[in-house]
Each structure stands twice: as structure tokens, then as C-alpha cells.
């Protein structure tokens, strides 16, 4: 049974970081992809960034570019995102996801945690 948990998410002020933290079971990332995706109120899902389970590259959406880093540790079947230098437009919840397919070309998610709130706000 595939459980997915997300964590770390919460009230930041503009500029500041948050790490995410994405604890998978009943799958491991060596042989998955793994990715973020964020829904905004009245916005559309996007896909934040993803680990390729092919190559093991990793994927952002150009809007995180430059301030997100992912990463996974394999031994605790966790993945990561720091999220630095956040901007008003970044307050979203969180999910971590298997993605259906491999990134970058991921043909949408199969299965995602709760999600985690990130609020942006001074």
C-alpha cells in the first residue's frame, strides 16, 4: 500500500526558506520517479520539480528555478525540497508525488500524500 507524507510546510516571510520533507512507503525512490507539485486557490496544479528515476536528473518548473533544490536520501525513502528566497506567489500546498511515467515528460501523478501548507506573507 503506497502511503506518501508530507511535512515542514508553514508561515514564512518573503525572502525567507522552508524545507519539505516527502516520507514514501510501499515504493522505492531508487526506481521511481519522485516529484513536487503545488495547487494555489483558483489555480491550476503545477509541477514544482521531480527526480528522474531513469538518470536520476531533476526537473524544476522555470518559476522555482535558481531558489529550489530537490533531493532524495534512498536509504530513508525520503524526498526533500528546499525551497529558498520565497516569493508571495510561492504560498501553494505542497505535494509530493509519483509521477505516472518519468520526468520530465510525466503524464500526471499517481499517487500524492496530504499535502503541506506553505504561506508567504510579511
Known amino acids: 500500500q503506497v502511503q506518501i507524507v508530507e511535512s515542514g510546510g508553514g508561515l514564512v516571510q518573503p525572502g525567507g526558506s522552508l524545507r519539505l520533507s516527502c516520507v514514501v512507503s510501499g515504493f522505492t525512490l531508487d526506481y521511481y520517479a519522485i516529484a513536487w507539485f503545488r495547487q494555489a486557490p483558483g489555480k491550476e496544479r503545477e509541477g514544482v520539480s521531480c527526480i528522474s528515476f531513469s538518470d536520476g536528473a531533476t526537473y524544476y518548473a522555470d518559476s522555482v528555478k535558481g531558489r529550489f533544490i530537490m533531493s532524495k536520501d534512498v536509504v530513508a525513502n525520503t524526498a526533500y525540497l528546499q525551497m529558498n528566497n520565497l516569493k508571495a506567489e510561492d504560498t501553494a500546498v505542497y505535494y509530493c508525488?509519483?509521477?505516472?511515467?518519468?520526468?520530465?515528460?510525466?503524464?500526471?501523478?499517481?499517487?500524492w500524500g496530504q499535502g503541506t501548507q506553505v504561506t508567504v506573507s510579511s
Open positions: 508525488a509519483n509521477p505516472i511515467g518519468d520526468c520530465p515528460d510525466e503524464a500526471g501523478y499517481d499517487y
